[in-house]
């Protein structure tokens, strides 16, 4: 059985499910955190890419070592 | 205004509802609660911020949370319905908009089977605590599993617990992934609104300080750091 060197192996559409995900986690964190409009809206801007960021340094982990590793 | 003032007869208590009404907006019940108040002074000028709802800072601004154990609740019950309540109209949309959308999509890929409260043999559904905390949308899981509780026929299948693990494998198999990502976009939801009850309880929460370096002698501290402070001392009057 040949084994697949990429971890997301299934479909590239599944990570669409993470836009939706994303947007609500970051508005309603953003909306905790300020009172005023523009300040929300820069909260959750600067909350989406260091989330985006800390799971992208995740996945290049991963597939590091499924790539050396296993 | 005049009139609600010589009823008053109280010169401290109406400035202190004049200072209050910019932050009060179209504040007619809330003076009217307040004129309700005609004891002496120390307890009647008290009384009157009580009546005008607490008052917290948010971002360097007066925001007045009315009554925030209402707000709370209602916030609960429905995302953004205690902002709403509360006068602030923009972050009740976005928290509707943002945790009913989550939500909805959870129902959709799961195939609306990934809401439902069970506590038995077939499976302890401990997901269903944190679907909750999205208050109305999740209740009538609750609701079905307290007829089954109670010997009675659920009502349709909406939101219907598995009888046996079996059917439970079946959903599993049907939807693929989706319904552990249903589960997940609902919990995420839940939790997000308890947030969002949080935040019309108390107010934002203030972002953390930036590290500031300490001053020098005879050097003002950082002045953009002072100002991120926020008071909380209004409320706890």
Redesign the interface.
Known sequence: MESEPWIISTSWLYLFLYLPLMIAVSMVIGATRHEQTPLIIRQSLRTAVWVTSFMLVIYVVLQFVSLVFV | MALAEADLGDIGLAATIEALKPSLGRGCTRFKMAKKNTKPQAKTVQSSSAAAGDVVM??G?P?NLRNRYLAAFLAWIIPGAGHYYQR?Y??AA??FV??I??FL?GML?AGNRCVYASWNQTEVRWQYVLQAGIGLPAMPAAYQAWRIRSNEDPIGTFMVAPRHTWTLDSWHRETA?GFD?GTL?TM??GL?NI??V??AYA?????PLPKSKSPKKGEDPDPESADVKQPDAASSS
Not at chain 2, 203 to 207: A, M
Request: with cysteine; aromatic share 14%.
């Open positions: 948010a971002d601004e925001l602030r923009f972050k976005v928290f943002c945790i959308s989550s999509i890929v992934s990502m976009y995420i939801a997000l947030l969002a949080f935040d107010g934002p929460l203030p972002p």
